[in-house]
T-cell receptor
Framework: EADIYQTPRYLVIGTGKKITLECSQTMGHDKMYWYQQDPGMELHLIHYSYGVNSTEKGDLSSESTVSRIRTEHFPLTLESARPSHTSQYLCASSIRDTQYFGPGTRLTVL | GEDVEQSLFLSVREGDSSVINCTYT??????LYWYKQEPGAGLQLLTY?????DMKQDQRLTVLLNKKDKHLSLRIADTQTGDSAIYFCAESFSGAGSYQLTFGKGTKLSVIP
Protein backbone atom coordinates (compact mmCIF):
# COMPACT_ATOMS: atom_id res chain seq x y z
CA GLU A 1 0.00 0.00 0.00
CA ALA A 2 1.29 3.39 -1.00
CA ASP A 3 1.77 6.36 1.32
CA ILE A 4 1.05 9.41 -0.75
CA TYR A 5 -0.76 12.43 0.59
CA GLN A 6 -2.49 15.42 -0.90
CA THR A 7 -3.68 18.57 0.82
CA PRO A 8 -6.12 20.14 0.85
CA ARG A 9 -8.70 17.52 -0.12
CA TYR A 10 -11.21 20.19 -1.07
CA LEU A 11 -10.64 23.85 -1.93
CA VAL A 12 -13.13 26.54 -2.93
CA ILE A 13 -11.48 29.81 -3.90
CA GLY A 14 -12.21 33.04 -5.74
CA THR A 15 -10.92 34.03 -9.15
CA GLY A 16 -7.45 35.59 -9.21
CA LYS A 17 -6.14 33.93 -6.05
CA LYS A 18 -2.80 32.14 -5.95
CA ILE A 19 -3.04 28.54 -4.76
CA THR A 20 -0.65 25.69 -4.07
CA LEU A 21 -1.75 22.06 -4.01
CA GLU A 22 0.53 19.90 -1.90
CA CYS A 23 1.64 16.34 -2.67
CA SER A 24 3.99 14.29 -0.51
CA GLN A 25 5.10 10.66 -0.52
CA THR A 26 7.09 8.74 2.06
CA MET A 27 8.20 5.85 -0.14
CA GLY A 28 11.34 7.43 -1.58
CA HIS A 29 9.94 7.25 -5.12
CA ASP A 30 11.97 9.34 -7.53
CA LYS A 31 9.16 9.76 -10.08
CA MET A 32 6.10 11.92 -9.40
CA TYR A 33 3.15 13.00 -11.54
CA TRP A 34 0.22 15.43 -11.58
CA TYR A 35 -2.98 14.57 -13.42
CA GLN A 36 -6.09 16.66 -14.04
CA GLN A 37 -9.32 14.72 -14.15
CA ASP A 38 -12.30 16.27 -15.91
CA PRO A 39 -15.96 15.56 -15.09
CA GLY A 40 -16.07 13.02 -17.91
CA MET A 41 -13.59 10.93 -15.89
CA GLU A 42 -10.68 11.10 -18.35
CA LEU A 43 -7.21 11.61 -16.83
CA HIS A 44 -4.78 14.11 -18.35
CA LEU A 45 -1.09 14.23 -17.41
CA ILE A 46 -0.13 17.87 -16.80
CA HIS A 47 3.31 17.62 -15.11
CA TYR A 48 5.85 14.99 -14.16
CA SER A 49 9.25 14.75 -12.51
CA TYR A 50 11.82 11.97 -12.65
CA GLY A 51 13.92 13.36 -9.82
CA VAL A 52 14.97 16.38 -7.77
CA ASN A 53 15.30 19.56 -9.85
CA SER A 54 13.72 17.81 -12.86
CA THR A 55 10.23 18.78 -14.08
CA GLU A 56 8.49 18.37 -17.41
CA LYS A 57 5.15 19.35 -18.88
CA GLY A 58 2.72 16.60 -19.69
CA ASP A 59 0.36 15.98 -22.57
CA LEU A 60 -2.24 18.55 -21.53
CA SER A 61 -1.20 22.18 -21.54
CA SER A 62 -1.69 23.70 -18.12
CA GLU A 63 -1.22 27.17 -16.66
CA SER A 64 0.03 25.59 -13.45
CA THR A 65 3.68 25.21 -12.46
CA VAL A 66 5.47 22.62 -10.34
CA SER A 67 8.71 22.32 -8.42
CA ARG A 68 10.75 19.39 -7.11
CA ILE A 69 13.22 20.58 -4.52
CA ARG A 70 12.91 17.47 -2.33
CA THR A 71 12.34 13.87 -3.38
CA GLU A 72 9.23 13.49 -1.27
CA HIS A 73 7.49 16.74 -2.21
CA PHE A 74 5.92 17.83 -5.53
CA PRO A 75 3.71 20.92 -5.12
CA LEU A 76 1.58 22.38 -7.91
CA THR A 77 0.93 26.14 -8.06
CA LEU A 78 -1.63 28.25 -9.88
CA GLU A 79 -0.58 31.93 -9.83
CA SER A 80 -4.06 33.23 -10.66
CA ALA A 81 -6.94 30.79 -10.38
CA ARG A 82 -9.79 30.93 -12.91
CA PRO A 83 -13.12 29.06 -13.14
CA SER A 84 -11.63 26.99 -16.00
CA HIS A 85 -9.20 25.51 -13.43
CA THR A 86 -12.08 23.87 -11.58
CA SER A 87 -11.25 20.16 -11.61
CA GLN A 88 -9.99 17.18 -9.64
CA TYR A 89 -6.18 17.10 -9.34
CA LEU A 90 -4.48 13.76 -8.70
CA CYS A 91 -0.87 13.24 -7.67
CA ALA A 92 0.99 9.95 -8.18
CA SER A 93 4.46 8.53 -7.61
CA SER A 94 6.45 5.54 -8.84
CA ILE A 95 9.80 3.76 -8.72
CA ARG A 96 9.46 2.42 -12.25
CA ASP A 97 6.22 1.75 -14.15
CA THR A 98 3.65 1.20 -11.41
CA GLN A 99 2.09 4.45 -10.22
CA TYR A 100 0.46 4.93 -6.83
CA PHE A 101 -2.07 7.70 -6.42
CA GLY A 102 -2.97 10.10 -3.66
CA PRO A 103 -6.58 10.82 -2.67
CA GLY A 104 -6.87 13.89 -4.90
CA THR A 105 -7.74 17.56 -4.42
CA ARG A 106 -11.11 18.80 -5.62
CA LEU A 107 -10.61 22.46 -6.66
CA THR A 108 -13.51 24.81 -7.31
CA VAL A 109 -12.80 28.34 -8.54
CA LEU A 110 -15.72 30.74 -8.29
CA GLY B 1 0.42 7.19 -30.87
CA GLU B 2 -0.71 5.00 -28.03
CA ASP B 3 -4.43 4.62 -27.41
CA VAL B 4 -6.41 2.69 -24.83
CA GLU B 5 -10.14 2.11 -25.37
CA GLN B 6 -12.81 1.05 -22.89
CA SER B 7 -16.58 1.01 -22.93
CA LEU B 8 -17.91 3.79 -20.69
CA PHE B 9 -20.64 1.99 -18.75
CA LEU B 10 -21.44 -1.48 -17.40
CA SER B 11 -24.36 -2.52 -15.27
CA VAL B 12 -24.58 -5.90 -13.50
CA ARG B 13 -26.71 -7.52 -10.81
CA GLU B 14 -25.24 -8.22 -7.40
CA GLY B 15 -23.80 -11.72 -7.30
CA ASP B 16 -23.20 -11.93 -11.05
CA SER B 17 -19.78 -11.72 -12.68
CA SER B 18 -18.61 -8.45 -14.24
CA VAL B 19 -16.31 -8.34 -17.23
CA ILE B 20 -14.69 -5.03 -18.12
CA ASN B 21 -12.88 -4.93 -21.45
CA CYS B 22 -10.02 -2.82 -22.75
CA THR B 23 -8.14 -2.65 -26.04
CA TYR B 24 -4.78 -1.05 -26.61
CA THR B 25 -2.74 -0.27 -29.68
CA UNK B 26 0.93 -0.41 -28.72
CA UNK B 27 2.39 -3.91 -28.80
CA UNK B 28 5.53 -2.80 -26.97
CA UNK B 29 3.75 -2.17 -23.67
CA UNK B 30 5.51 -3.59 -20.61
CA UNK B 31 2.76 -3.79 -18.00
CA LEU B 32 -1.00 -3.48 -18.19
CA TYR B 33 -2.93 -2.23 -15.18
CA TRP B 34 -6.39 -2.05 -13.69
CA TYR B 35 -7.15 0.81 -11.30
CA LYS B 36 -10.36 1.41 -9.34
CA GLN B 37 -11.70 4.86 -8.47
CA GLU B 38 -14.50 5.34 -5.97
CA PRO B 39 -16.42 8.65 -5.83
CA GLY B 40 -14.31 11.51 -4.51
CA ALA B 41 -11.18 9.38 -4.20
CA GLY B 42 -7.91 8.81 -6.02
CA LEU B 43 -7.06 5.77 -8.13
CA GLN B 44 -6.43 2.53 -6.28
CA LEU B 45 -4.16 -0.02 -7.95
CA LEU B 46 -6.21 -3.23 -8.24
CA THR B 47 -3.91 -5.51 -10.18
CA TYR B 48 -1.47 -5.58 -13.05
CA UNK B 49 -0.11 -8.10 -15.51
CA UNK B 50 3.24 -8.32 -17.21
CA UNK B 51 2.96 -8.27 -20.97
CA UNK B 52 4.37 -11.80 -21.40
CA UNK B 53 1.62 -13.35 -19.23
CA ASP B 54 -1.80 -14.57 -20.36
CA MET B 55 -3.70 -14.62 -17.10
CA LYS B 56 -3.47 -13.51 -13.51
CA GLN B 57 -5.88 -14.36 -10.73
CA ASP B 58 -6.17 -12.64 -7.37
CA GLN B 59 -9.14 -13.68 -5.21
CA ARG B 60 -12.27 -12.44 -7.03
CA LEU B 61 -10.29 -10.74 -9.78
CA THR B 62 -9.11 -12.42 -12.98
CA VAL B 63 -7.12 -10.57 -15.62
CA LEU B 64 -6.89 -12.00 -19.12
CA LEU B 65 -4.45 -10.71 -21.72
CA ASN B 66 -4.70 -11.52 -25.42
CA LYS B 67 -1.57 -10.02 -26.94
CA LYS B 68 -2.48 -11.01 -30.48
CA ASP B 69 -5.72 -9.01 -30.33
CA LYS B 70 -4.29 -6.40 -27.92
CA HIS B 71 -7.22 -7.08 -25.60
CA LEU B 72 -7.23 -6.94 -21.80
CA SER B 73 -10.14 -7.87 -19.57
CA LEU B 74 -10.93 -7.74 -15.87
CA ARG B 75 -13.42 -10.23 -14.49
CA ILE B 76 -14.89 -9.63 -11.04
CA ALA B 77 -16.56 -12.73 -9.64
CA ASP B 78 -19.58 -12.45 -7.30
CA THR B 79 -19.87 -8.70 -7.85
CA GLN B 80 -20.88 -6.74 -4.75
CA THR B 81 -22.36 -3.25 -4.34
CA GLY B 82 -18.97 -2.16 -3.00
CA ASP B 83 -17.51 -2.89 -6.43
CA SER B 84 -19.50 0.02 -7.90
CA ALA B 85 -16.80 2.41 -9.12
CA ILE B 86 -14.93 3.58 -12.21
CA TYR B 87 -12.34 1.14 -13.52
CA PHE B 88 -9.39 2.38 -15.54
CA CYS B 89 -7.22 0.28 -17.81
CA ALA B 90 -3.67 1.55 -18.37
CA GLU B 91 -0.51 0.49 -20.16
CA SER B 92 3.13 1.37 -19.53
CA PHE B 93 6.20 1.62 -21.72
CA SER B 94 9.59 1.29 -20.09
CA GLY B 95 11.39 2.54 -23.11
CA ALA B 96 13.63 5.54 -23.84
CA GLY B 97 13.51 6.54 -20.19
CA SER B 98 9.75 7.08 -20.18
CA TYR B 99 7.70 5.90 -17.21
CA GLN B 100 4.35 7.29 -18.21
CA LEU B 101 1.08 5.40 -18.24
CA THR B 102 -1.56 5.71 -20.94
CA PHE B 103 -5.03 5.46 -19.44
CA GLY B 104 -8.37 4.56 -20.94
CA LYS B 105 -11.29 6.88 -20.25
CA GLY B 106 -12.69 4.58 -17.56
CA THR B 107 -15.64 2.20 -17.31
CA LYS B 108 -18.31 3.08 -14.77
CA LEU B 109 -19.54 -0.13 -13.14
CA SER B 110 -22.97 0.02 -11.53
CA VAL B 111 -24.04 -2.91 -9.36
CA ILE B 112 -27.79 -3.39 -8.97
CA PRO B 113 -28.81 -4.87 -5.60
Amino acid sequence: EADIYQTPRYLVIGTGKKITLECSQTMGHDKMYWYQQDPGMELHLIHYSYGVNSTEKGDLSSESTVSRIRTEHFPLTLESARPSHTSQYLCASSIRDTQYFGPGTRLTVL
Amino acid sequence: GEDVEQSLFLSVREGDSSVINCTYTDSSSTYLYWYKQEPGAGLQLLTYIFSNMDMKQDQRLTVLLNKKDKHLSLRIADTQTGDSAIYFCAESFSGAGSYQLTFGKGTKLSVIP
